[in-house]
């Protein structure tokens, strides 16, 4: 049984650019939320999708977009990036209120 | 809103020491859960437990255990007779159920090094 799969693993991008995180959740869970995690900080939760739907959002701007798919994968989309974009991005997946189970991240360097 | 703390920024200890990872969370709900979670250097979260704010019930598992204290406002680890494996960043998170789904408050983390 497969865990929370994310990519891709590592990707340099240049300010302003735009980049397009993927996340599969654990089989049998339908939500999905993201997060981000600077250098020695924790996690920062940026939104959770539920049927298709961004159900919560966390203190991130605009340019940070989301999607779920019918299949319950999802994508991350963060437009005209920052250097302090340079980040650790999770994805985690659930059941209800269930447990988290989080992927291996993408680290995302931006220059 | 809610806020979690991890005062002990980095602990080191030698092999077979117990060591206590602290926290202390603050929210206004009454219903919440707490989660702690285990960052080794790949990245990926690895969940440890999830308590309930309705259950204070000490909890061990194998070399862990939690103490929760809802007077204090705590959910303090301990890893007996640690092990050079259990070195890794420990987080400790909350979580309230407003809203219709998790959304986890972490705390900055405790960064453990065990050496032989």
């Known amino acids: 049984d497969a865990g929370v799969t994310q990519s891709p693993t590592h990707l340099i991008k240049t300010r302003g650019q735009q980049v397009t995180l993927r996340c599969s959740p654990k089989?049998?869970?339908?939500?999905v939320s993201w997060y981000q995690q600077a250098l020695g900080q924790g996690p920062q939760f940026i939104f959770q999708?539920?049927?298709?739907?961004?159900?919560q959002r966390g203190n991130f701007p605009d340019r940070f977009s989301g999607h779920q798919f019918p299949n319950y994968s999802s994508e991350l989309n963060v437009n005209a990036l920052l250097l302090g974009d340079s980040a650790l991005y999770l994805c985690?997946?659930?059941?209800?209120?269930?447990?988290?189970?989080f992927g291996e991240g993408s680290r995302l360097t931006v220059l | 809103a809610q806020k979690v703390t991890q005062a002990q920024t980095e602990i080191s200890v030698v092999e077979k020491e117990d060591v206590t990872l602290d926290c202390v969370y603050e929210?206004?709900?009454?219903?919440?859960?707490l989660f702690w979670y285990k960052q080794p250097p790949s990245g990926e979260l690895v969940f440890l437990i999830r308590?309930?704010?309705?259950?204070?019930q000490n909890e061990i598992s194998g070399r862990y255990s939690w103490n929760f204290q809802k007077s204090t406002s705590s959910f303090n680890f301990t890893i007996t007779a640690s092990q050079v494996v259990d070195s890794a960043v420990y987080f400790c998170?909350?979580?309230?159920?407003?809203?219709?789904?998790?959304?986890?408050?972490f705390g900055t983390g405790t960064q453990l090094k065990v050496e032989l």
């Open positions: 985690a997946s659930g059941q209800g209120t269930g447990e988290l189970f």
């Open positions: 089989s049998g869970h339908d939500t």
């Open positions: 999708y539920y049927e298709e739907e961004e159900r």
């Open positions: 929210t206004r709900d009454t219903t919440y859960y």
């Open positions: 308590r309930n704010s309705f259950d204070e």
């Open positions: 998170a909350l979580s309230i159920l407003t809203g219709g789904g998790n959304k986890l408050t």
